[in-house]
């Protein structure tokens, strides 16, 4: 598949057509300059645009002032104003009151979900009475309410993403219509991502959660969008007006997050995931605290923050963002050597010329001409060097950090017995030693390395429990999300019978010390942190995707619910008569959050396919475990269960 059918992709192309359509004619050439307008967003609509265009990208479509509907806005009289909104009362009020102002010389107003008729008639009625209905060009249902982070990854949510997180589909004091709102909120996203690819999916999912729920509802709004033949958005024109049109349909498998929890407490050992895990990382850019130099003036200084976008095209992103750490400190020690090299090259270069300023007046005409050339070479790589000196500045500053947290909390021991615990394989010390021990990570470390030896023992005594209970207690843990996994595994034992997995021995090694990175002069000092490599294992996210895009038959996937809005129909869907066609590109989504651990796990699974499988994974919000776990300590001491 090319590159130009990712979601990603799509949905730039969607913003760009979307940014360049204010021209009063149509743009002759390429060449021409771009015609200058403002773009208005709210805080939904800068969280969908800024981790697909960057700012001189922005530019390069004619975009002078990006700002907030809501911030005090000059007058621009001879500016169009783009608007990228969501539909909602307080929005449309807001925009209402621009026409009454003429903020701008035309107004093209692209909703980011469909606005329904009411509101519709609200702005029509606003700008009749504003006498502006003539600068009102364009009213556009975008369908683009969703966030892509890379190529094969999207969330719904990022402001206000406690509004469909796990917490809210399960609190116990969720009244239906909370349910009802947090459903049609997943469902509007879920249906903009298909509107997006062009392509209508089939649809499979558990039966009895959050999940079905889901499923029903998107099957539902699938159906009746391609019985309305004059509007569908899936037609052939429509899909090749937008040049989407997509001859194989997708798989969209719906599950909760429920089916696996165990992996939303994992540590980890890879890059772009102890990103997310460790800072302060989210739409794809990491802020950190700024150490002051040494040298600066004592005193109390407070630290300074400093944020990093990741760019997701750049080639060191692409290639280790799931790579082991040490794998990543090892490359980015690499890069800078050759760095410095091309750096010292450029230096010499300039002493020979003379342009250095201790250099002598030496017999300089020799010189010049066979130097000549090589400056010109050195002059033109330098803003590819500056280039990289960014990225590798950023990537730098991030692996120390991260080496910062794994030796202060000694990560690479809790993630190595984690992974023991998952494959089933004897530790190297009893649990509760590991527990006990100060040095072994911070008080949630230890409570997240628990509950998974919680949910994946079958039994537990309450006598061992209560011993566990006290060790964590004791090393100040707060137990509630203790409570709540207590009775969730009650309840999801008594509701499907134990299925036990075999797990094959943990394949996560320690290897001997890193090459280059004990050598001295190097910027990272690895001692004393182990050099895992890590085993494969298809979590059971992974498990069930496979199950279910080659048709096979397995106790995992057998009661799942099938829907097809294409056909006329909706039939029952177990005995309904589907394709027994392996599906080629797939999309996951996860009910309830998604982890960073499973889209790698995912993504390395379709690598690995023979024909080459197109795997996105998506969820509702992409919480860190510490987000994760104070949402199950919340349920824990919600009262009303």
């Not at 004619?25 to 967003?41: C, E, F, H, M, Q």
């Not at 009289?77 to 903020?103: E, H, K, M, S, W």
């Not at 999916?201 to 709004?221: S, Y």
């Not at 690995?608 to 509702?620: E, L, W």
Request: aromatic share 8%.
């Amino acid at each position: 598949t090319t590159m130009a059918s990712t979601l990603r992709s799509r949905q730039k192309d969607a913003l760009k057509r979307m940014l360049g359509q204010t021209s009063s004619g149509p743009r002759t050439t390429s060449a021409d300059p771009p015609s200058w307008k403002v773009l208005i967003y709210d805080k939904v609509g800068q969280d969908i645009i800024s981790p697909v265009l960057t700012v001189p990208e922005l530019h390069e479509l004619g975009v002078t002032l990006h700002l907030s509907l809501d911030a005090d806005r000059d007058i621009v009289p001879d500016a169009p104003g783009v608007y990228f909104v969501l539909p909602t009362r307080a929005n449309i009020a807001r925009i209402c009151q621009d026409f009454r102002n003429q903020v701008y010389s035309s107004f093209h107003l692209n909703f980011i979900s469909a606005i329904n008729r009411d509101r519709l008639e609200e702005l029509a009625a606003a700008s009749l009475e504003a006498n502006c209905t003539s600068q009102v060009n364009k009213v556009f249902d975008q369908y683009l309410n969703f966030i892509s982070l890379e190529d094969d990854l999207f969330l719904l949510r990022n402001h206000d993403q406690e509004a469909l997180s796990y917490y809210a589909l399960n609190r116990p004091d969720a009244r239906d219509t909370d349910i009802e709102a947090v459903k049609d909120g997943i469902v509007d996203s879920l249906f903009s991502v298909f509107v997006t690819l062009g392509s209508v999916p089939v649809i499979r999912c558990p039966g009895g959660n959050a999940a079905e729920m889901v499923a029903e509802a998107l099957d539902k709004k699938l159906r009746e969008n391609l019985r309305d033949s004059r509007n569908s958005l899936f037609t052939a024109e429509a899909a090749l007006a937008g040049g989407q049109i997509s001859f194989q349909r997708p798989l969209l498998i719906i599950l909760d997050r429920s089916v696996d929890l165990a992996t939303c407490f994992h540590h980890t050992w890879t890059y772009q995931a102890m990103i997310h895990d460790l800072l302060d990382f989210s739409l794809n850019r990491v802020v950190m605290k700024d150490q002051p130099d040494d040298g600066a003036a004592a005193g109390p200084t407070t630290p300074r923050q400093k944020s990093y976008e990741i760019d997701i095209s750049n080639r060191f992103w692409q290639t280790h963002k799931f790579s082991p750490f040490p794998t990543v400190a090892e490359a980015v020690q690499t890069e800078l050597d050759q760095y410095r090299a091309s750096e010292d090259e450029v230096k010499r270069l300039k002493g020979a010329m003379g342009l250095d300023e201790n250099a002598a007046d030496a017999d300089v005409s020799g010189a010049l001409s066979e130097n000549t050339a090589r400056l010109t070479s050195a002059v033109s790589s330098l803003p590819e060097l500056l280039e990289k000196k960014k990225m590798l500045d950023m990537h730098t500053n991030v692996a120390t950090a991260l080496l910062e947290e794994i030796k202060g909390r000694r990560l690479d021991f809790l993630f190595e017995m984690e992974e023991k615990i998952i494959s089933k394989s004897s530790l190297d010390k009893p649990l509760m030693d590991i527990l006990s021990d100060p040095a072994n990570g911070t008080a949630d470390d230890k409570l997240r390395l628990f509950l998974m030896h919680f949910i994946s023992s079958a039994e537990m005594s309450d006598d061992s429990l209560e011993q566990y209970k006290t060790v964590l207690q004791d090393a100040g843990a707060d137990l509630s999300p203790l409570d709540y996994l207590k009775r969730w595994k009650t309840i999801s034992q008594l509701a499907t019978p134990t299925t036990r997995r075999t797990a094959g021995s943990s394949t996560t090694r320690a290897m001997n010390m890193f090459s280059k990175l004990m050598t001295t002069g190097s910027q990272f000092v690895m001692e004393g942190v182990r050099n895992l490599v890590i085993g494969e294992r298809h979590l059971p996210v992974t498990r069930i995707v496979d199950a279910l895009t080659e048709m096979k038959s397995s106790t995992e996937v057998d009661g799942y619910r099938y829907f097809d809005p294409k056909l006329l129909r909706a039939v029952n869907s177990s005995s309904a008569s589907r394709s027994r066609q392996p599906f080629s590109e797939a999309v996951v989504f996860i009910v309830g959050g998604g982890t960073y651990i499973e889209y790698q796990n995912l993504t390395e699974y379709a690598r690995k396919q023979p024909a080459h499988k197109k795997i996105t994974y998506g969820s509702t919000d992409l919480p860190k475990p510490s987000v994760f776990l104070s949402q199950l300590g919340r349920l824990g001491k919600a009262s009303d269960w």
